[in-house]
């Protein structure tokens, strides 16, 4: 069994900064890419980042230049800085991972439970 267990949301003035962590645990023998989704009210969940476990990364465009995704191999943990939030950027933030499980190998993808992000204007 894996988990993600997100942290790091909350509510922040337009022009702020947060930072989003999100760190697998359970049955892993591997995580491959690691990525952020947010689902805005009404809206379908999107994109935001990826980072692949070489550290490759691939970013929604209108957060380019304004998130960074990085990750820790050693820690399973995959973070998100969002620095000069707008309002727009209000949503649920879902992290994902895809990976092999230890004993017996299979394949897994998993979502975490997901966390606020609130910008105010």
């Known amino acids: 069994q894996v988990q993600l267990v997100e942290s790091g949301g909350g509510l922040v003035q337009a022009g702020g900064s947060l930072r989003l962590s999100c760190a697998a645990s359970?049955?892993?023998?591997?995580?491959?890419?690691m990525g952020w989704y947010r689902q805005a009210p009404g809206k379908q969940r999107e994109l935001v980042a990826t980072?692949?476990?070489?550290?490759?990364?691939n970013y929604e465009d209108s957060v380019k230049g304004r998130f960074t995704i990085s990750r820790d191999n050693a820690k399973n943990t995959v973070y998100l800085q969002m620095n000069s939030l707008k309002p727009e950027d209000t949503a649920v933030y879902y992290c994902?991972?895809?990976?092999?499980?230890?004993?017996?190998?299979?394949?897994?993808?998993?979502w975490g439970q997901g966390t606020q992000v609130t910008v105010s204007s």
């Open positions: 994902n991972a895809g990976g092999i499980t230890t004993t017996p190998y299979r394949p897994f993808q998993h």
């Open positions: 359970g049955s892993i023998f591997s995580i491959n890419a």
């Open positions: 980072i692949t476990a070489g550290g490759g990364t």
